[in-house]
């Protein structure tokens, strides 16, 4: 079962494809969205990078950072960002294999993945909202994006 609006972050701790780790306790003090992805290298994640890449400025101008997740290995995370020219911070949650996704309660123990979830969170690491798509190959909806951020 999905974390909950209410709920606070579970502890993980994540790397990025410079092998710089990420913590829970980082985020803390900063409103955060936590997005979950499935499949670096396919066209609805890629479609769905873009966008956030493309909405950057309108995200983050109250603040919020957003930190990409996926169960990729950090080579393919980096490859995926150069080629996007994607700067936000992609974690590899590769091994053990999905366990901040399990966490999060967004795996798909079948397929492997972690499925498409944003858990956005205050200051204090309580998520406040999640935009989500429980379909593998069904992106979110953008327009929840642009709700939750008033662009």
Known sequence: MSL?????????????YDKQSFEDKD???????????????????DKEI???RDNKSSI???????????????????AWATQYG???????????????????GCFHEKAGISLRYSYITDENNVITEIIKSDEIGVERDFSEYKESFSF
């Open 27 to 45: 985020f803390l003090g900063k409103k955060t969205m936590f997005v979950f992805l499935p499949f670096p290298f396919s066209s609805v994640c």
């Open 86 to 104: 994607i700067e936000f911070p992609i974690l590899a949650d590769f091994w053990p294999h999905g366990e901040v996704a399990q966490k999060f």
């Open 4 to 16: 909950q609006v209410g709920d606070t972050i579970p502890e993980f701790k994540l790397y990025n």
């Open 60 to 78: 983050e101008k109250d603040g919020t950072q957003t930190v990409l997740i996926t169960v990729g290995a950090s080579p393919t995370n980096n």
């Open 50 to 52: 873009c966008d956030l």
